[in-house]
């Protein structure tokens, strides 16, 4: 049976792992390569490397950095952060990314969802949204949440399908954080809405939000990045826990 | 032991080179018919489109050169699919190694089929060593039936073959390259086990 996902995020700005409550007071984790090849030994079943780099030319640093982890990572990751054109998804995908994911650039040019999914497969592309709950709907925020759009949640979600993308990652700015649980409710109507799988991300505090995440929020991966850097949940324990809950995972 | 594996215009072929170099395996990526045909062992790795693909194989005439190789050959996801008669995605006449067909999931749930499956019925050195229900990393939209020479079995919608085997030729529906400690033993049994 087809596992649920456990995804561990890292935040990288220079070349380190980072990590901020509320997109905001960014706290150093550790080195990026390492940290991931333990999440590896400890049974994650993919990660997430977003680059939060603000300038241009520390880019480059970056395509280092996912060469670097190609060569030592044996599961599956994406790599987000920067992209903006088909150039910088071939950049990645030449250094060894197995999928991107973009997310302000997307909504800026939708286009280039259909680009990406042409020219390296609807595998390759993840779009990743991040929307807050506000005045009874779902708005979409660009540049890590700072600018709201016109755009709402699930209509933008559908259009990101049916251009191509093959998964959508779904952070919820409400819960981003705050560590009480996942936007359950959104996820779930998202999820059954899609036919490409969904990856919550926002809310993680402790292994019940997981075992909701999977049953009423039916995402198909859950994604947390402060609880596992800073070890309040153990990978393995968290899938032992999600197992005993009868949910399928993929036990090491 | 020498293994190359097959450069074309398929994406991410670097994961498989790095994974043979973590076993200590020299490897390369290469699209040199001498190179290919004298090596120990090849792997045909793949992510893409099946009709471009095959189109591509043809014009570099890599389809004919994979078919006559006699060293153990190994290929992955689109490779596994290119190797069998014929695909469904693009309507597509294939290799012709293996007999089986290559259909489109019917969506009964998501497709892609994404993520960590199991594998069982195991049946050959390419497996050696793995536990029945071993779970590896697939990402596809389209499968290869069971037929013959099936050696593993996945279930996502229907049965299908995770992995094929017929002569020298073997091949994993499923990313090895991917698929953590279990991943890396079948791409060791290939270098190592498979004759």
């Given amino acids: ?61 970056f395509s280092d950095l996912v060469k670097r982890i190609a060569q030592n990572l044996n599961i599956p990751f994406t790599v987000g952060g920067g992209i903006n054109e088909m150039s910088d998804a071939e950049r990645l995908l030449a250094a060894g990314a197995d999928k991107i994911s973009i997310n302000s650039a997307a909504v800026r040019n939708p286009q280039l969802i259909d680009q990406i999914a042409k ?9 990743a949204i991040d929307a807050k709950f506000e ?12 600018i709201p759009t016109d755009k709402e949640l699930f209509s ?6 049916d251009r191509g993308c093959g998964e959508i990652l779904f952070t919820s700015m409400n819960h981003d954080g705050v560590k009480q649980g996942f936007a359950c409710e959104a996820l779930s109507q998202l999820s059954l809405s899609l036919n490409i799988p969904v990856i919550a991300s926002g809310g993680a505090g402790n292994m019940d939000h997981f075992v909701d995440v999977f049953t009423k929020g039916n995402a198909d991966a859950g994604l947390a990045a402060s609880i596992f850097h800073f070890k309040e949940i153990a990978i393995p324990d968290l899938k032992n826990y999600l197992h005993k809950h009868n949910i399928p995972v993929r036990l090491s | 032991m020498h293994v190359a594996i097959i450069k074309y215009n398929a994406g991410n072929i670097m994961s498989v080179e790095f994974a043979l170099k973590r076993l ?57 699919q290119l190797m069998c008669s014929y695909s469904e995605e693009g309507d597509t006449p294939c290799l012709g190694i293996f007999q089986e067909k290559v259909l489109r999931f019917e969506p009964k749930l998501k497709v892609p089929h994404m993520g960590w499956n199991t594998i069982t019925e195991l049946k050959s050195p390419l497996l050696y060593g793995l536990s029945e229900a071993s779970y590896v990393y697939f990402v596809h939209s389209f499968y290869a039936q069971v037929g013959e020479h099936t050696i593993a079995k996945t279930n996502y919608i229907n049965d299908f073959s ?11 529906q499923f990313h090895p390259e991917k698929s953590s400690d279990v991943g890396l033993s079948i791409l060791k049994n290939f270098v190592e086990r498979v004759v």
């Fill in chain 1, 1 to 61: 049976m087809l596992a649920k996902r456990i995804i561990p995020c890292l935040d990288i700005r220079d070349g380190q792992t980072v990590k901020g409550i509320n997109f905001e007071n960014i706290r150093n984790v550790g080195d990026p390569v390492e940290l991931g090849a333990e999440y590896s030994r400890q049974g994650a079943d993919e990660l997430v490397y977003l680059d939060i780099t603000a300038s241009h030319e520390k880019r480059k640093l």
């Fill in chain 1, 119 to 127: 020219g390296f497969g609807s595998q390759f592309v993840v779009v």
């Fill in chain 1, 135 to 146: 005045d009874g709907k779902w708005t979409v925020f660009l540049n890590g949440g700072r």
């Fill in chain 1, 156 to 161: 933008w979600a559908k259009e990101a399908q």
């Fill in chain 2, 24 to 80: 200590g395996v020299e490897c390369e990526v290469t699209d040199d018919f001498e190179k290919i045909k004298s090596a120990d062992k090849v792997i045909f790795p793949g992510v893409g489109e099946a009709e471009t693909t095959m189109r591509f194989l043809k014009n570099a005439k890599l389809d004919l050169l994979i078919k006559d190789l006699t060293q153990p050959v190994l290929g992955i996801c689109l490779g596994l």
């Fill in chain 2, 162 to 172: 995770a992995a094929l085997n017929y002569k020298n030729f073997y091949a994993t």
